[in-house]
């Protein structure tokens, strides 16, 4: 069976422990796991923009000991009738797995569907599992486990990062707070299926609309750009309900005395997350980034053992 990576929910919770224990491993012997030797070619494929996450698929694929072929579609048929299931097929033919950053959750399902080789999500409209998978390695480095730990996402509560802190964080046992302004909100779907996760992995689930309880004893502070790729346009005013939601150092107050803040970039700075925090002590924000690399790798490297 091909396993594709297209929700965070994909992985069971042994699963992304064990993805996570590989992170670490292949953090601390950068070079020494080549999988993808021969070399396997990996397409890295971008409907929206990207820094980290091309870098890193494209360094990571490397350091596998494989070919990555980074791709803007824009150079491709896909944006003048290709489908997306041909798609999908053709590039099985050549890959050993496909990795897309698109728009619609719709898109990347299509394409998996008619894969043969892994697809992975490298950013959706709902979802960024990839990101969390860095996030995860990151609260581990910090405090040793996930589980038990406490979870505070403020800001947008309905775009893709928090629907997958909420599944990712549920799945590592966490106890997952998500607040944002009213019209903000997460899926309820997505709510209720981190519910069921954590009823089985001892986390917890609660959305809110006030940020300071929220983060009250958190362990963990997140957040992310009030206007994601695409929304640049979209009429709302994002940043008048948004403004009781940024993480500076007054919100942090009420936060656990050793909190550490995630932002998987780019930020807002100003906006959503100071300098002052972004830069400061508690910012574990540059090792975040960093863990895309080693996440990934691990990820990848699960993928393809557990479909051949
Ligand atoms: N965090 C993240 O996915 O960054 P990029 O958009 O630069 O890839
Ligand atoms: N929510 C942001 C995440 C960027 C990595 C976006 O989709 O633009």
């Not at 594709?4 to 224990?21: I, K, N, S, Y």
């Not at 292949?26 to 396997?40: C, E, N, S, V, Y």
């Not at 309880?213 to 997140?222: L, M, T």
Request: hydrophobic share 45%; aromatic share 6%.
């Amino acid at each position: 069976m091909i396993r594709h990576f297209l929700r965070d929910d994909d992985l069971t919770p042994a699963e992304q422990a064990g993805v996570l224990d590989l992170a670490a491993r292949m953090k601390a012997d950068r070079f020494g796991h080549q999988p993808l030797a021969g070399p396997k070619s990996v397409a890295v494929l971008f409907d929206k923009q990207s820094l980290r996450t091309r870098i890193s698929f494209d360094v990571g694929i490397a350091e596998l000991g494989g070919h990555p072929l980074v791709v803007d579609t824009q150079v491709t048929h896909f944006g003048r009738g290709e489908t997306l299931a041909d798609a999908g097929r053709v590039l099985s033919r050549y890959v050993a797995a496909i990795v897309l950053r698109t728009h619609g959750d719709d898109r990347i399902a299509e394409v998996a569907s008619h894969a043969t080789v892994p697809v992975v999500n490298a950013l959706t409209d709902d979802y960024h599992p990839c990101q969390l998978l860095a996030d995860l390695l990151t609260v581990r480095e910090r405090f040793g486990a996930t589980a038990g730990r406490t979870l505070a996402y403020v800001g947008d509560a309905a775009n893709n990062m928090a629907h997958s802190y909420l599944l990712a964080g549920a799945t590592a046992g966490m106890h997952v707070r998500i607040a944002g302004p009213v019209g903000f909100q997460p899926d309820p779907d997505v709510v209720t299926r981190a519910a069921k996760i954590a009823a089985g992995t001892g986390g917890s689930v609660r959305v809110l609309t006030d940020p300071v309880e929220a983060v009250r004893d958190a362990d963990v502070v997140a957040t992310d750009t009030w206007t994601s790729m695409g929304q640049e346009s979209d009429g709302l005013d994002r940043i008048t309900p948004f403004r009781p939601y940024q993480v500076n150092d007054a919100l942090l107050d009420a936060a656990g005395p050793d909190v550490i803040v995630l932002h998987c970039l780019p930020a807002h700075r100003g906006e959503e997350i100071t300098d002052e925090v972004l830069d400061g002590p508690r910012s574990a924000v540059f090792d975040q980034a960093e863990n895309r690399l080693h996440a990934q790798k691990a990820l990848l490297t699960f993928l393809l053992e557990a479909s051949s």
